[in-house]
């Protein structure tokens, strides 16, 4: 069989312990064999972050803006503990926080269904998406905790010297107080993320806030996502026969509850940060979640939700057997594997993505599955394998297909 054609790079950003290990074995067994696989390779190791003083993370995320579509592999975020493990000379930042700030993105986690391994919510039979807002809120927040009786306002000064100032609360004893914010900017790329990911997977759009408590401040995101959701998406919404839909967050959490799914949640960061851990435990497992980043100008990063397994890692190193699931970094290919060769028209590409997702389903209906799955499927009689293993069953399903 001729293999497939690549015409642009994708921008490959390898990554550590575990994963680094299975993005090794994904690409010997399921894409080297089919795909002429044109990449611009970005080794985001904690070992090479820390030689080029994280230069080489800056370089994907541009390399990223220059091509459009990135895949990435999980990495390790520094912490004291890594400091030592890996003689770092800085506790060099989370890579996903510098692409996603470079790229001004939003990201996009969804789960991947399949037969076998049912969500808690019996009526959530497609995925739901969720779009969590990355920016500012209580995560930028400055607080101050009051110990005697005082006066607390709100003040900003405009640089051209003029005030506005709110009273906060007069407080009689101790209490506590916080300062937030959030900038027009920021919410405007959120919503065009928003509007561009539903428009390319066709599927609706449901934002909430609580605007009816908060007037000014949540108020202000349902105003920008309308505004532009009118000037400048609703007619492509409709010619794709998808809706935009805003609702309050509480009747959104219900609404999510009694749903079918198959839309995308757009969320306030702390929403999303809440909801995001409740509808990917619900949906089965955090090895079943992919994440993609997008940008409002339509630039696209793919990867696992999960981290670099690191338990299994260790293990690994000792030369013990490991079962670690790779379903959604195989997933994190696909996705930039069509959507490179939806932006190039190379329906091959597609194709194989779209085949290669499918064997992978395939062989976990088919019984075999790794043991993270095992523990949690409704299917009998299942097959646990290790971690090469699974990927060798995906590549014979691929082969049947
Ligand atoms: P993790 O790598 O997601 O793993 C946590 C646990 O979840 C594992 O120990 C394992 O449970 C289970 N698990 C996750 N993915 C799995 C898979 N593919 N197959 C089977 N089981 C899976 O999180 P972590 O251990 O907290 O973090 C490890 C490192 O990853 C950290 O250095 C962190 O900074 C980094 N991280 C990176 C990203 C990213 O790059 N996007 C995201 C999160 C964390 P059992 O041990 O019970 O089998
Ligand atoms: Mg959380």
Redesign the pocket.
């Known amino acids: 069989m001729e293999k497939i054609q690549m015409t642009t790079p994708l921008v490959e950003m390898d ?5 680094r290990i ?1 993005w090794k074995m994904i690409k010997d067994e399921l894409l080297l064999p089919y795909i002429d696989l044109k990449t611009e390779y970005y080794d985001l190791g904690l070992e090479y972050r820390n030689e080029t003083n994280d230069q080489v993370t800056v370089d994907s995320a541009e390399a990223t803006k220059k091509y459009g579509v990135a895949v ?8 004291a503990a ?1 400091m030592t493990e890996y003689n770092l000379k800085e506790m060099w930042k ?3 926080g510098t692409i996603r700030a470079m790229l001004d993105g939003t990201v996009f986690r969804a789960p991947i269904i399949v037969k076998g391994i049912e969500p808690c919510v019996k009526n959530w039979v497609k995925p739901i998406t969720l779009a969590r807002h990355a920016y500012g809120d209580v995560y930028k927040n400055t607080e101050i905790k009051v110990d005697k009786p005082g006066k607390a306002e709100l003040v900003f000064t405009a640089e051209d010297g003029t005030e506005i100032r709110e009273l906060i609360h007069e407080f009689k004893a101790g209490g506590i107080l916080q300062g937030i914010h959030n900038t027009d900017k920021s919410i405007t790329s959120f919503a065009h993320a928003c509007f561009k990911y539903a428009l390319d997977t066709k599927q609706d759009l449901w934002f909430a806030t609580k605007d009816t408590i908060s007037k000014k401040y949540d108020h202000n995101f349902k105003d920008i996502f309308q505004e532009i959701f009118d000037s400048e998406y609703a007619e492509q919404f409709k010619a794709a026969g998808i809706e935009y839909f805003y609702t309050l967050i509480d009747d959104a959490v219900a609404r999510v509850m009694k749903a079918k799914g198959g839309f995308i949640w757009a969320c306030k960061n702390y929403d999303g940060d809440v909801m995001s851990d409740m509808v990917s435990s619900a949906f089965g ?3 079943m979640m992919t ?1 993609v980043l997008v940008s409002p100008t339509g630039v696209y990063e793919y ?10 890692y260790y293990k690994h190193l000792k030369g013990e057997e490991t ?7 195989i997933f994190a290919w696909t996705g930039a594997l069509r959507k490179r060769g939806e932006l190039d028209n190379n329906a091959d590409l597609v194709a194989f993505a779209d085949k290669l997702e499918k064997a992978t389903l395939k062989t976990i209906e088919d019984g075999k599955m ?3 799955l095992a523990l949690i499927t409704s299917l009998e009689n299942v097959t646990v394998l290790n971690s090469e293993n699974f990927i060798k069953a995906i590549r014979d399903t691929f082969e049947t297909l």
């Open positions: 990554g550590d312990e575990m994963t299975l990435k592999c999980a990495t390790i975020t520094p912490n890594r989370s890579p996903n497992s955090l090895a994440s990867e696992a939700a999960h981290g670099t397994v690191q338990r299994h079962s670690t699931n790779s379903v959604a970094t790794t043991k993270d």
